[in-house]
T-cell receptor, first 113, second 118 residues
Framework: AQSVTQPDIHITVSEGASLELRCNYSYGATPYLFWYVQSPGQGLQLLLKYFSGDTLVQGIKGFEAEFKRSQSSFNLRKPSVHWSDAAEYFCAVALEYGNKLVFGAGTILRVKS | NAGVTQTPKFRILKIGQSMTLQCTQDMNHNYMYWYRQDPGMGLKLIYYSVGAGITDKGEVPNGYNVSRSTTEDFPLRLELAAPSQTSVYFC?????????????????FGDGTRLSIL
């Protein structure tokens, strides 16, 4: 069955430090992959997506992610974290028919000053 | 452009009561979805719809029902509320893909309904 694993439940980084959030997926075909961010009390906002082409994709708010087929990974990165980046981040894979999403459990990012 | 609108934002129910969570979108999206979010579990798909009159079960459909009479609206019905249905519910919508519906189109989410059942 298709699945998405986010190994880190919580991550704390200092403001200005670099960030990498891990995501591994299990899916037989070429995946369509997404990263969403959720601020407290809000819905999910799309950060970026990958479906083909360049394996390094750029998103909003200075985020990027790299698709590595050999490692079944789609890790999210940001070179310098801002306090406003504190939120929960979800990796997801889209399934065939109906564009259904399978989500990882999420990673909560805390930013310390 | 309102996007995806969910009502109510908060609700407390007693065990055995029923209620309908409302969801409407103004983006003319064919596809709509209901998810529930529980701490540490991510989002789980309850039901989805690929167009008016067409609905299908997701991963966790038990205890819920849906209907899709218009493109804009996709209400979620809880008939006999149980404590296990305490959760945050999100509605989402997206454009369809080409061909069979496999799509790279992102889903757009509402702000959620926080439901407690006591």
């Amino acid at each position: 069955a298709q699945s998405v694993t986010q190994p880190d439940i919580h991550i704390t980084v200092s403001e200005g430090a670099s960030l990498e959030l891990r995501c591994n997926y299990s899916y037989g075909a070429t995946p369509y992959l997404f990263w969403y961010v959720q601020s407290p009390g809000q819905g999910l906002q799309l950060l970026l997506k990958y479906f083909s082409g360049d394996t390094l994709v750029q998103g909003i708010k200075g985020f990027e992610a790299e698709f590595k087929r050999s490692q079944s990974s789609f890790n999210l990165r940001k070179p310098s974290v801002h306090w406003s980046d504190a939120a929960e981040y979800f990796c997801a894979v889209a399934l065939e028919y109906g564009n259904k999403l399978v989500f990882g459990a999420g990673t909560i990012l805390r930013v310390k000053s | 452009n309102a996007g995806v609108t969910q009502t109510p934002k908060f609700r407390i129910l007693k065990i055995g009561q029923s209620m309908t969570l409302q969801c409407t979108q103004d983006m003319n999206h064919n596809y709509m979805y209901w998810y529930r979010q529980d701490p540490g579990m991510g989002l789980k798909l309850i039901y989805y719809s690929v167009g008016a009159g067409i609905t299908d079960k997701g991963e966790v459909p038990n205890g819920y029902n849906v209907s899709r009479s218009t493109t804009e609206d996709f209400p979620l019905r809880l008939e006999l509320a149980a404590p296990s249905q305490t959760s945050v519910y999100f509605c989402a919508s997206s454009y369809p893909g080409q061909g069979t519906g496999y799509s790279n189109q992102p889903q757009h989410f509402g702000d959620g309904t926080r439901l407690s059942i006591l």
